[in-house]
């Protein structure tokens, strides 16, 4: 039966498969790594990290003149490493990346977030600076509805827990400061990822265990700073091991997730589920199969409130759509040693490293 589940899943996906259109991207003479693609307002956005001596973030808009940068090297030091590239659009339309920068050497990790107001990158709050000791090593932001970002940390310094602890950031004005705790103390808590919904209350997904084994835990907001815990964890079989967890929202603000698990003697697989009321519905089965590892997932919902997942298998990029019933593929070209995939949010575009060169697609 397990066989058999297998090979029905992949029929339905290559049976309904559609290819995507290749787009033409800026002209870039260093290897690419990190990609962040972004559809606002119907204009493509597009920011990559590419590696000279060190690794530097760019980014660029295609207009109807081509690609057009937006400022220079975007690194605050331009001898330091931008890493963990994110992407995100503001209630009032305004792009965000946020990115981490160290010199690879230094005892200090700086997460660093820019809005671009049409001109130029702006600054609307502070750099979080933390020494090796209380780095936070996995961490994800959004947008509130007054424009400013709330941020999701990974904290290793937080008294009497057993390891890391998930816990938001709040901007005051002036600086940023610690909220209460999500995550279980008991039990390490990392790889936070948060979206604001359309009453302006926060869900987050994280993970939470000993490391080796592991639980999808999904938190909302019911007030503000006031939190409830969806249960059950979400992994298919709670306690395995499980990464990258990836959240969306619905517009009714109705959380939609996906993770990556290992069961039994099978290798990574991605699996997505979504909250229907306040029961979780199990999208199908794992999207990925055989005996390809699943690695590197975003997730993004299409215009028609269906998931888009794409993720890379044994450093080939893969990636499909949820039509209701099943799990659709998206026909990519042969692709390998690929980096950096991501969705813009809408899920209609596409980006990733390919041999260290920038690819771009359109999802029709």
């Not at 590239?85 to 010199?103: F, H, Q």
């Not at 001109?119 to 961490?139: H, I, P």
């Not at 424009?147 to 890391?164: C, E, F, N, Q, S």
């Not at 709670?238 to 993770?259: D, E, I, K, Y």
Request: proline letters at 6%; hydrophobic letters at 45%.
């Amino acid at each position: 039966m397990r066989l058999a589940s297998v090979v029905a899943l992949l029929t339905l996906s290559v049976a309904g498969a559609v290819s995507p259109v290749a787009l033409p991207v800026p002209e870039i003479q260093n290897p690419v790594a990190l990609t962040a693609v972004a559809h606002v307002n119907g204009q493509v956005r597009l920011a990559w990290t590419e590696k000279t001596t060190n690794f530097q973030l760019h980014a660029a808009v295609l207009s109807k003149n081509g690609w057009e940068r937006l400022g220079g090297v975007l690194n605050e030091d331009p001898t330091f490493n931008a890493l963990q590239l994110m992407s995100c659009t503001g209630p009032d339309g305004r792009w965000w990346l946020g990115w981490a920068e160290d010199a690879g050497i230094a005892h200090v990790d700086s997460w660093l977030m820019r809005v671009w107001d049409g001109q130029s990158w702006q600054a609307k709050v502070s750099a979080v600076r933390r020494n090796l000791s209380d780095a936070g090593r996995s961490r994800s932001f959004d947008v509130m509805k007054n424009g400013v970002p709330t941020l999701l940390w990974t904290d290793l310094a937080v008294p009497g827990a057993w390891a890391a602890s998930v816990r938001p950031l709040r901007w005051d004005g002036k600086t940023w400061l610690p909220d209460a705790v999500l995550s279980d103390i008991k039990f390490a808590g990392f790889a936070p990822d948060v979206r604001v919904g359309p009453g302006g209350l926060r869900t987050v997904v994280f993970l939470e265990g000993n490391y080796a084994s592991m639980n999808v835990v999904v938190m909302r907001e019911t007030l503000p700073d006031r939190w409830e815990r969806l249960r059950p964890p979400l992994n298919r079989t709670p306690g395995s091991f499980t990464t990258q967890p990836r959240l969306n929202l619905t517009p009714f603000g109705q959380p939609v997730v996906a993770w990556i698990e290992s069961r039994d003697d099978d290798p990574d697989r991605v699996f997505v589920s979504r909250l229907n009321g306040r029961a979780w519905q199990r999208l199908g089965g794992a999207l990925s199969a055989g005996n390809e590892m699943a690695e590197t997932l975003a997730l993004a919902l299409g215009h028609d409130g269906q998931p888009r997942a794409a993720w890379l298998a044994d450093g080939k990029l893969r990636a499909a759509q949820w039509t209701g019933s099943h799990w659709e593929a998206l026909t990519l070209p042969g692709t390998r040693n690929v980096t950096g995939v991501s969705l813009s949010e809408d899920g209609e575009f596409l980006a990733a490293s390919v041999n260290g060169k920038l690819h771009l697609w359109n999802w029709p």
